[in-house]
């Protein structure tokens, strides 16, 4: 696994590239994009208190040049992670959500809640994929979406 430096964008062209070329983290089975949360839950995926996820602003998603094969979502009052495999984007739906933050109406891609699953089950998804490529190192075309 790999974890590239982290950098901050200084303007719009490094938005852009930032968007279009960088991932959070490079596993071998796949991207991995991760996302802080305001809001409050837990690793418990059953108990999950919201109908909906926000998972990126469809400009971001739709400007990656390598989809990640999931979206890990942290929660940043407790630390608890929650999944987002991006096999799911058939049942996403685009949504104009207001950023408090940034003070901008911004279209995101949001998914029902039935589609989170927990940060065990992408862990168990890496540990499978990773024996794979230890029997056969090149995985590249059998990468598929978690």
């Known amino acids: 696994m790999e974890c590239p430096p982290l950098q901050f964008a ?14 959070d983290v490079r596993t071998r089975a796949g991207t991995l994009e991760v ?14 208190p919201f109908e909906t996820q926000i998972i990126d602003t469809v400009e971001s998603w739709d400007g990656k040049r390598e989809k990640p ?6 929660c940043r009052k407790n630390l608890n ?3 987002i495999p991006t096999k799911t984007q058939s049942q996403w739906k685009k949504k104009k959500i207001f950023d ?13 809640a039935k589609v989170i699953v927990s ?6 998804h890496l540990r499978v994929k990773d024996k794979d490529w230890k029997v056969s190192p090149d995985m590249s075309s059998g990468r598929k979406n978690f």
Not at 10 to 23: A, G, L, S, V
Not at 100 to 112: G, H, Q, S
């Open 10 to 23: 200084k303007n719009k062209d490094e938005i852009n590239h930032f968007t279009q070329n960088e991932t």
């Open 35 to 48: 996302k802080g949360q305001g809001r409050l839950f837990t690793w418990d995926v059953s108990r999950f």
């Open 69 to 74: 094969i999931a979206y890990v979502m942290v």
């Open 81 to 83: 992670c929650i999944v």
């Open 100 to 112: 408090r933050l940034k003070k901008k109406t911004f279209e995101f891609y949001v998914a029902d």
């Open 119 to 124: 940060f065990d089950a992408l862990i168990s």
